[in-house]
């Protein structure tokens, strides 16, 4: 009991700080996501008395000291602002209403008649909006719009014009860039780890060491030192022109095949790695028998290695795909304007927008992706026979 | 087939290096360009990473946020570590899996939490929000290695100094914290070098006094590259060969010593 009691001891600083610093920011910027913005939290008083009201019988006098008071509360433009957008969305004419009623109130401390004010205040529908809008703190208005979604006014869901969001095509674009970075990483991962595993000695430790001194090497050091083989002066181009290979340089840098060239090295060793322990595993005289029992090798390739050693091209294949899909600084620095990936979105929302809600809805998108790649990689990893 | 073997495995090492050794002569170009040919050699750039104001106060920054990562993370991680050898404990193994999900999350999306939430704190732009911004991401390495080191303790040996009258805490420290030792140190390289090579978080919860190299490194690769990136990558280089060299030392001096 004491025993146990000393190991909790132990784990909890840990724990603690990992609750405050890494689960509480999560759920941060996923319960940004899904609450409503400003409409709520700016008027507690109307939707209080709002969430009684029937929305169709005639607006009354409480109804309005209760939207007065709030906006009286309210002194900065921002919020103002926020409602008003808001508001205007779900009911044309907000705009001119509110900047009318908010000068109103901030001139005039006592009771004020809103409906003498502007006989719109009279209007259900104008109510029904302020209703609707403050009844829910929550809403999926982002987490649609991350999928290029949203609802009608009559609360379906609908997708949106294609000009209206680009959303889907980052997304198919994080996709097409990290599957296709995964397969340039089996490509030549597969082959690399069968060579190392094949070699002996010094050979295999020259291999590994190839493999293992990048991974080590700082993400900035190795992005930085693509920048300048792939330049249009870089080494790349002048020794294919030194070759009489191509005539003018290729463009490498800022596109698509920069980047996938440059994320493929950053990641490769996440390839090779696993499914060297694998092939290191298979006893070594399985190939001489099946060709003892005549088999040529291409088909002890096919019917023997290459069934046995899946199970690291898998475990590579899913970290190399997780790791990719959520990659910032590689597109950011390697990348054009069309190979920005979701991460550079979600960073756009958060630093330069400053639209929280979105941002957290494309994290959400993304987390999920990579939890679940994350969790189908720690299944196939713990339930097989035990790793070297 | 053999020679196909040799040609693939020279190109594929040739990919994978290449990138690692071109950046490296480029440190000491006398040239404002980033590019080959070195038209003359000189230490300019690495004058440059000392003397302007932007550069140094960047080294001075990582220097100061690594050391305190490494120490934040060396603790956490140990501490935990230690903790989950007690194999009673409920939950052992859903709390392994938690330790190590930092590593998994994207960086960015950690990022757009941890801006909230410090800007709330009052942590956002302060050296201790970036210190526990990078311990959050560094501390699964710590773990990891000292959990490692701790799995090759056998508990025969501490039943051994118990039953032969020394304290829980004497045992601690005598057996068990030596032959915990090289992966405690490992864990803190490894700590230093993820807070040392850390941008994304630093972006989001950095403020402009709270630039670090990497940071640095960063914009300077975006805005206006120039060589002194390279003599920045061949200070990480040499760093990373040197924190390399450290961890196999301590490694191989530990296997000696083992039965």
């Known amino acids: 009991m004491g025993k146990r009691l000393a190991a909790i001891g132990l784990i909890a600083p840990l724990l603690v700080f990992l609750a405050l610093f890494f ?13 409503s913005p400003g409409a709520v939290r700016a008027l507690p008083a109307t939707a209080e008395v709002l969430g009684d009201w029937d929305r169709t019988s005639p607006p009354t006098a409480e109804m309005q000291t209760a939207l007065v008071d709030d906006l009286r509360a309210i002194d900065d433009d921002q919020t103002v602002g926020d409602i008003t957008r808001q508001l205007n969305s779900a009911k044309s004419g907000f705009r001119t209403l509110m900047a009318k009623t908010v000068s109103a109130v901030r001139e005039d401390t006592g009771a004020l008649d809103l409906v003498a004010l502007d006989k719109r205040w009279g209007q259900v529908p104008f109510w029904q909006a302020i209703a609707a809008a403050t009844a829910s703190p929550y809403t999926d208005r982002n987490l649609l719009a991350a999928i290029d979604m949203a609802r009608s006014p009559t609360g379906e869901i609908v997708s949106l014009p294609a000009t209206a969001s680009a959303n889907l095509a980052i997304l198919q674009r994080t996709f097409v860039i990290a599957a296709g970075t995964t397969l340039a990483c089996i490509l030549i991962g597969f082959p690399y780890a069968m060579v190392a595993a094949s070699a002996t000695g010094w050979k295999r430790q020259a291999m590994l060491a190839a493999v293992l001194l990048p991974l080590w090497t700082s993400l900035l050091v190795r992005t930085a030192a693509w920048f300048i083989l792939l330049q249009d002066s870089g080494l790349i181009n002048r020794l294919l022109q030194a070759l009489g290979l191509i005539d003018a340089p290729l463009a490498l840098l800022f596109n ?8 493929t090295h ?19 005289n399985l190939l001489p028998a099946a060709a003892s029992l005549g088999a040529n090798p291409l088909r ?7 069934p046995l050693s899946l199970r690291g091209v898998v475990s590579g294949s899913l970290l190399v795909f997780m790791a990719a899909i959520g990659y910032y600084i590689t597109p950011a620095l390697i990348g054009g304007p069309t190979d920005q990936m979701i991460s550079s979105v979600i960073a756009f929302y958060a ?8 941002a957290g809805a494309l994290g959400i998108v993304l987390l999920v992706a990579t939890i679940a790649l994350y969790v189908v990689y720690d299944r196939l990893s713990s339930s097989g026979t035990e790793r070297p | 087939m053999r020679v196909l073997k040799i040609t693939f495995a020279l190109a594929a090492m040739t990919f994978l290096l290449a990138p690692l050794v071109a950046i490296l002569p480029l440190a000491f170009t006398s040239s404002v360009f980033l590019n080959y040919p070195v038209p003359s050699y000189s230490t300019r750039w690495f004058a440059e990473l000392f003397t302007a104001d932007v550069w140094r106060r960047a080294i001075i920054n990582s220097l100061v946020i690594g050391l305190g990562v490494t120490v934040l993370a060396t ?71 000292v959990a490692a080191a701790l799995q090759g303790v056998d508990t025969r040996v501490e039943r051994a100094a118990a039953s ?24 803190a390289v490894f700590a230093f070098a993820t807070s040392l090579d850390e941008v994304v978080l630093t972006l989001f919860v950095a403020g402009p006094n709270q630039r670090t190299l990497a940071r640095q490194m960063f914009s300077t690769i975006r805005e206006n590259i120039s060589p002194a990136i390279a003599a920045a990558a061949f200070l990480f280089i040499v760093g990373t060969v040197l924190a390399a060299l450290a961890v196999l030392l301590i490694r191989r001096g530990n296997t000696r010593r083992a039965p």
């Open chain 1, 23 to 35: 689960v509480w920011p999560l759920a941060i910027m996923m319960s940004n996501a899904v609450s």
């Open chain 2, 75 to 145: 603790v956490l991680g140990t501490l935990a570590a230690l903790g989950l050898r007690e194999r009673k404990l409920l939950f052992s193994g859903f709390l392994r899996t938690t330790f190590l999900l930092p590593m998994v999350v994207p960086a960015v999306v950690l990022g757009v939490g941890m801006q909230l939430l410090f800007v709330r704190m009052g942590l956002a732009n302060s050296y201790l929000g970036v210190i526990f911004a990078h311990t959050v991401i560094a501390v699964p390495f710590v773990f990891v290695n």
């Open chain 2, 164 to 187: 032969l009258g020394a304290s829980p805490i004497t045992t601690f420290r005598r057996v068990t914290l030596p032959l915990a030792i090289p992966g405690i140190v490992s864990g």
């Open chain 1, 351 to 358: 630093t330069g927008a400053a639209n929280w809600g979105m």
């Open chain 1, 300 to 306: 002890a390739f096919w019917r023997v290695l290459l």
């Open chain 1, 266 to 284: 950053v990641l490769l060793p996440f390839m090779v790695l696993p499914i060297f322990s694998v092939l290191i595993a298979i006893p070594a």
């Open chain 1, 256 to 263: 698509r095949t920069g980047v996938i060239i440059a994320m």
